[in-house]
Structures are given as structure tokens and as C-alpha cells.
Nanobody, 117 residues
Framework: QVWFVESGGGLVQPGGSLRLSCGTSGSIFSIYTMGWYRQAPGKQRELVASITTFGNRNYADSVKGRFTISRDNAKNTVYLQMNGLKPEDAAVYYC???????????WGQGTQVTVSS
């Protein structure tokens, strides 16, 4: 079963913006804190941002002030607005619960973000 469906990635120039979306089931969305993660080639997957069911947000230091996580409870969707993109932001972006409940839910396919001029 596919639990998380990410979309919105693409190729953008440095300084550009993208908005990522992640849809999931209501049973997950309504209960868990959600997170956006990313994995660049040769690097470990890292947490980029998280948002609780109450809307409390946390960000990795590397994206503070540039990325904004949000959630639409009616659509069971979590978003990641990414502004001021840098080459080092290039990665495959995934969403999952935070922390990831990997014994219950597999990772989705992710969405590729490429930042290049």
C-alpha cells in the first residue's frame, strides 16, 4: 500500500521556489506529526521540517527562513514551500510521520528537486 504520495519537485535555478505536496490517508494525517525529509546522493536522509497536528512547526537550521511547512487538514495534505533554493538543497524529498514509523508505513517514491543554473 502506498501511504505517502509526494509531488511538486522539478528543476529550478538558484534563488528560485518550489512547493512540494504530500498526500496521505486521513488515519495518518489526523494523528501524527508530519515531516518532510530529504536525501541527497551519498548522504543520509535528513529531516527538513515537521509540523504537529496543532500546527507547531520546526525546521532544520539549514532551511530556516527559507522553507515553510504547512498542512491542509481538509485535504490530508502537507506542503513544503521552498524559497531561495540553493544547490545544496538538491535532493529527493519525502514526507512521512515524524519520527518515521517505518515498521508500519513505507517511504513513498519521493519527489526530485534539482537546483542548477
Amino acid at each position: 500500500q502506498v501511504w505517502f504520495v509526494e509531488s511538486g519537485g522539478g528543476l529550478v535555478q538558484p534563488g528560485g521556489s518550489l512547493r512540494l505536496s504530500c498526500g496521505t490517508s486521513g488515519s495518518i494525517f489526523s494523528i501524527y506529526t508530519m515531516g518532510w525529509y530529504r536525501q541527497a546522493p551519498g548522504k543520509q536522509r535528513e529531516l527538513v521540517a515537521s509540523i504537529t497536528t496543532f500546527g507547531n512547526r520546526n525546521y532544520a537550521d539549514s532551511v530556516k527562513g527559507r522553507f515553510t511547512i504547512s498542512r491542509d487538514n481538509a485535504k490530508n495534505t502537507v506542503y513544503l514551500q521552498m524559497n531561495g533554493l540553493k544547490p545544496e538543497d538538491a535532493a529527493v524529498y519525502y514526507c512521512h510521520t515524524h519520527p518515521p514509523l517505518l515498521g508500519y508505513y513505507d517511504w513513498g517514491q519521493g519527489t526530485q528537486v534539482t537546483v542548477s543554473s
